[in-house]
């Protein structure tokens, strides 16, 4: 018995940035001010209160589509999806259902290796033993992957409940600041096939919408939400079976994204071969996450489409978005320098290679930083990788300086370095010696580790030494 492939789809959960809620006047600042400080009768659902649309959450809303080259339609409609539970006021969450604002999507991911992905605390060492792992063909370095995005609609986030103890007895408290925010919802076909995959979406995704400006996606704030469904396909004496869909609710980190994705391959597998259960319309579950013993757990059996009952919003008439719009929104967007536009700009202009790339353009201000200061370092000999190489590797602490401050910095730490080759080379033979795994992990390709390499050397240089001859005797010295 084998995993044959992962399966992987996704729902992200973005807040956008405005002034005010959804379909009410509400101020958008719900973590700046006391709980249910923010509310009023239309976004509590009392009766007879009624919803006005926010155009503006709706225009940012399409920008997003535009940017995963969605087709914008111009019939759209809100749906009303009906459920209970405590932190929905109305009883029923105002959705879009079978008109969204934007389908039939794609994004192209260039997945390098598992090493390059800017993830804390990943522990390689919890992925599934070889002999379980599905057959990965696309795995390779630099692996180029088109995924396909069903549709991004735009709906009213819910309250936030907060479990705490009052007077000693358990309780959950209700804020409903929160409800009623204009939240995006994108939704991808199951195409991704590992927790790798998944991450290097979903950081694409982030990455996007950050440069278009329509939301902070702050992760610890929950601006940012990720529901990943996973099955698997398994093959078993010549014949294959899948294993029940589950979906795995409200993350709020990369980390934890990937740990739940693992943990739940593992589960299902070993669950297979105890129940052999295979998949059906009824055995839907979610799942929750535990960020403390790092396990998936059930939540409840998972509702189809009908159990909503889904029906048009009575009180918001649809909309007819006219091809005036979507092509004023369409100028709008090509205005944006967009993060695949900053790249080209950054192999072809600057030289740099995929792993600078994804550090310098990982935040938009870092990225206008960058170019900053290599406008300004060309009349003091100071190139384009040069600049690069010392924010990747932190050598000079960008954080609060201006551009011409930091190129000024670089070239006062020009003049420091006052170490000869043979006090540098005593310090590389301790690293090398101190850091074996990561000299190991470079002579299997893994260049970019280099990088960490000659940071250490500088460490215990105290920055006297020149980066270029560290790197140098390095090479000289590194195992071929």
């Known amino acids: 018995m084998k995993i044959k492939k992962v399966l992987v789809g996704l729902e992200i959960h973005v807040e956008l940035k405005t002034k005010s809620k959804m379909f009410c006047g509400c101020a958008n600042d719900s973590d700046n001010n006391k709980p249910?400080?923010?509310?009023?009768?239309?976004?509590?659902?009392?009766?007879?209160?009624?919803?006005?649309?926010?155009?503006?959450?709706?225009?940012?809303?399409?920008?997003?589509?535009?940017?995963?080259?969605c087709h914008?339609?111009?019939?759209?409609?809100?749906?009303?999806?009906?459920?209970?539970?405590?932190?929905?006021?109305?009883?029923?969450?105002?959705?879009?259902?079978?008109?969204?604002?934007?389908?039939?999507?794609?994004?192209?991911?260039?997945?390098?290796?598992?090493?390059?992905?800017?993830?804390?605390?990943?522990?390689?060492?919890?992925?599934?033993?070889?002999?379980?792992?599905?057959e990965r063909s696309r795995m390779g370095q630099n692996s180029k992957l088109k995924i396909s995005i069903r549709r991004v609609h735009l709906e009213e986030d819910t309250g936030k409940s907060?479990?705490?103890?009052?007077?000693?007895?358990?309780?959950?408290?209700?804020?409903?600041?929160?409800?009623?925010?204009?939240?995006?919802?994108?939704?991808?076909?199951?195409?991704?096939?590992?927790?790798?995959?998944?991450i290097a979406y979903c950081q694409k995704i982030r990455k996007i919408i950050q440069y278009l400006g329509v939301s902070d996606c702050d992760l610890e704030k929950g601006q940012m939400r990720f529901e990943p469904t996973i099955n698997l396909l398994i093959e078993d004496q010549g014949k294959e079976f899948y294993t029940p869909l589950v979906e795995i609710k409200n993350i709020n980190s990369f980390r934890f994204l990937k740990r739940a994705i693992e943990f739940e391959i593992e589960r299902q597998y070993q669950t297979f071969q105890e129940t052999k259960e295979e998949k059906s319309s009824g055995n839907k579950t979610t799942?929750?996450?535990?960020?403390?013993?790092?396990?998936?757990?059930?939540?409840?059996?998972k509702e189809e489409a009908?159990?909503?009952?889904?029906?048009?919003?009575?009180?918001?008439?649809?909309?007819?978005?006219?091809?005036?719009?979507?092509s004023n929104l369409k100028s709008q967007i090509s205005r944006i320098e967009l993060p695949e536009?900053?790249?080209?700009?950054?192999?072809?202009?600057?030289?740099?290679?995929?792993?600078?790339?994804?550090?310098?353009?990982?935040?938009?201000?870092?990225?206008?930083?960058?170019?900053?200061?290599?406008g300004l370092g060309g009349d003091e000999g100071i190139s384009s990788q040069e600049i690069a190489n010392i924010i990747i590797n932190k050598r000079i602490d960008y954080q609060n300086l201006s551009p011409i401050e930091f190129i000024k910095k670089i070239g006062e730490s020009k003049n420091k370095f006052v170490l000869d080759d043979k006090d540098i080379s005593v310090f590389i033979d301790e690293v090398i010696?101190?850091?074996l795994k990561v000299v190991e992990d470079y002579l299997k390709g893994k260049t970019q580790v280099l990088g960490f390499l000659i940071g250490q050397v500088q460490k215990k240089a105290l920055g006297k030494a020149d980066p270029k001859i560290v790197q140098k005797i390095l090479l000289e010295k590194l195992p071929h």
């Open 433 to 435: 010696k101190e850091n």
């Open 36 to 69: 249910n400080s923010l509310t009023c009768p239309a976004c509590l659902g009392l009766p007879g209160a009624l919803p006005v649309p926010n155009k503006e959450a709706i225009n940012k809303t399409i920008l997003i589509g535009l940017a995963l080259n």
């Open 306 to 326: 009908e159990e909503y009952r889904y029906f048009p919003e009575p009180d918001i008439p649809p909309f007819r978005i006219s091809e005036k719009e979507i």
């Open 287 to 301: 799942r929750g996450f535990d960020q403390v013993k790092m396990v998936t757990f059930e939540q409840r059996h």
């Open 341 to 374: 536009a900053i790249e080209k700009i950054f192999i072809e202009k600057y030289g740099l290679n995929d792993a600078q790339i994804e550090v310098l353009t990982e935040e938009k201000s870092l990225a206008k930083f960058y170019e900053d200061c290599v």
């Open 162 to 198: 907060i479990h705490t103890e009052v007077c000693g007895e358990k309780v959950t408290l209700l804020d409903f600041n929160k409800s009623g925010i204009p939240l995006v919802e994108i939704v991808s076909d199951p195409q991704m096939e590992s927790a790798e995959e998944v």
């Open 72 to 134: 914008i339609p111009q019939k759209s409609k809100f749906d009303r999806k009906n459920y209970f539970y405590p932190d929905l006021p109305k009883g029923y969450q105002i959705t879009q259902y079978d008109q969204p604002f934007a389908i039939n999507g794609w994004l192209n991911l260039k997945i390098q290796s598992f090493d390059k992905l800017r993830i804390d605390l990943f522990e390689p060492e919890r992925l599934l033993p070889q002999s379980r792992r599905p």
